[in-house]
């Protein structure tokens, strides 16, 4: 059996595009939260493979998507280099910051594995379980997006430790990259080789760089990446998420060989179909918000995108994350839209 999804990543278009959402097993589902309350912690509930499987799972049983994506955190990368990571309830992550070539020395020199290993246990057990038609998805963080989060400890605004590091003491911060995208390259081919059909890097802070930045640090690491796991796994399906990125859209599709690039929302998707569409398949793009609001405004938002989008390699999807107070009948009114 064909797998949609897969099939737009090779290019392929379809009437009815293949749909996933980001974060789409989350705090907006009943069943998540019940299931929430089992870990002791976050870290806990994505090293817990009986959990993450559950959350995994969860929005396949109920909606059907096209595609599932591994229940996990950009952030276990820095945990299984040897940072101190944890999560503060309602508050987010928390990492011991790590500023300077004598702290990244303290850490480890490659990516730990065997510390990952209950991630790919999670991989195993829902490659198993999902329908065939559904495609697994596994991702990472970007490393310029990984590395705000080593350097400030938490997310802050306009992620001003991180930007100034660069300019700063480049020597540190071209060493915190090169660790980053080791450690991805790794982490990324062990999910490839234990099940998942593509991963997506999602460079979530990508759009706050200025042009020359951009070029450095969110298109050169990732297509490192990209080179780095197709140097193990040749037909490795890669989709890249630089968010925020604005007119950079065009220049990343055009810089990385990425099978596919997400679109966040402030994209208009018919500058999207002119300018990046042309050149590979995309992905996204609907305001969050706009599902959450339901109704007319959700169902002007979804004909804006697919008139734009669709009859062309397109993955439909959220610009970014689905926001908990998402109600489900509204991703039930969605579903029924795209799919007629």
């Known amino acids: 059996m064909t ?33 929430r309350t089992r870990a002791s912690g976050f870290l ?23 595609a599932a994506i591994l229940f996990s955190d950009i952030l276990v990368v820095p945990d299984a280099l040897g940072q101190k990571v944890w999560f503060e309830e309602g508050e987010g992550p928390r990492l011991q910051p790590v500023t300077d070539l004598a702290g990244l020395a303290g850490l480890k020199a490659s990516v730990d594995l065997d510390h990952l290993e209950p ?3 999670t991989i195993r057990r829902v490659k198993a379980s999902l329908p065939p038609h559904v495609t697994f998805l ?17 997310g802050v605004k306009d ?20 660790l980053i995208v080791g450690a991805s390259i790794d982490y990324l081919s062990a999910q490839l080789e234990n099940g998942v059909d593509a991963v997506q890097i999602f460079d979530s802070w990508a759009g706050i760089l200025p042009p020359n930045e951009f070029e450095r640090w969110a298109v ?34 055009q810089g990385i060989a990425v099978d596919a690039v997400g679109l966040d929302w402030a994209v208009d998707p018919a500058w999207a179909a002119r300018e990046v569409q042309v050149v590979k398949p995309v992905q996204g793009n609907l305001d969050p918000l706009a599902l959450v609001a339901g109704g007319d405004a959700l169902y002007r938002a979804l004909d804006r995108i697919l008139d734009a989008l669709s009859g062309k390699p397109f993955i439909f999807n959220l610009g970014h994350g689905i926001v908990p107070q ?14 007629g």
Not at 138 to 144: Q, S
Not at 166 to 173: G, I, L
């Open 3 to 35: 797998k949609p999804l897969l099939d737009v990543l090779a290019g392929k278009a379809s009437s009815v595009p293949p749909v996933w959402l980001m974060r789409q097993a989350g705090r907006y589902l009943p069943e998540y939260r019940d299931l």
């Open 44 to 66: 806990n509930f994505c090293y817990t493979p009986e959990l993450a499987v559950e959350a995994t799972l969860q929005p396949i049983r109920r909606f059907g998507f096209d």
């Open 119 to 121: 991630v790919f246990e």
């Open 138 to 154: 596994g991702f990472c963080g970007a490393p310029w997006t990984v590395a705000t989060y080593m350097i400030a400890g938490r």
């Open 159 to 178: 992620q001003v430790p991180a930007r100034l590091a660069a300019y700063q003491d480049p020597r540190f911060f071209s060493a915190m990259i090169d």
């Open 220 to 253: 050169e690491p990732v297509e490192r990446i990209v080179k780095g796991v197709r140097a193990r796994h040749p037909h490795a399906r890669i989709i890249g998420f630089p968010r925020g990125a604005g007119s950079f859209y065009r220049d990343y599709a």
């Open 326 to 339: 998402t109600p489900i009948a509204h991703v039930e009114q969605m579903l029924k839209r795209i799919r």
